[in-house]
């Protein structure tokens, strides 16, 4: 059974920094892409950055480049996401997803191309 817990979600103030984490387990996590996604009161659920399964491609929508980074260690089963210069307009709850298909170097954006998500963190930019 494939888990992913994120954590790192909170409160910060508009031009403030947050790092969440998505913990996986129950495959072999270093064989697949990973994606953060975020859901706002009222929206869709939108797509934030992607890392591949070997780190060599990362891709983010145009919102968040420049101030938002994704990362992954595989020794550790966990993908992060760095978020810098935090604006009232990012605040959502943040989804991890797991690709469904292993070693996938090509960005997905589309949820459908995701199996496994986790429970999601929340994230409010306020002051």
């Known amino acids: 059974q494939v888990q992913l817990i994120e954590s790192g979600g909170g409160l910060v103030q508009p031009g403030g920094s947050l790092r969440l984490s998505c913990a996986a387990s129950?495959?072999?996590?270093?064989?697949?892409?990973m994606g953060w996604f975020r859901q706002a009161p009222g929206k869709e659920r939108e797509f934030v950055a992607f890392i591949s399964w070997d780190a060599g491609t990362t891709y983010y929508t145009d919102s968040v480049k420049g101030r938002f980074t994704i990362s992954r260690d595989n020794a550790k089963n966990t993908v992060y996401l760095q978020m810098n210069s935090l604006k009232p307009e990012d605040t959502a709850i943040y989804y991890c997803?797991?690709?469904?298909?292993?070693?996938?170097?090509?960005?997905?954006?589309?949820?459908?191309?995701?199996?496994?998500w986790g429970q999601g963190t929340p994230v409010t930019v306020s002051s």
């Open positions: 129950g495959r072999t996590f270093s064989n697949y892409a």
């Open positions: 997803a797991s690709r469904t298909a292993p070693n996938t170097v090509v960005p997905s954006t589309r949820t459908q191309m995701y199996n496994y």
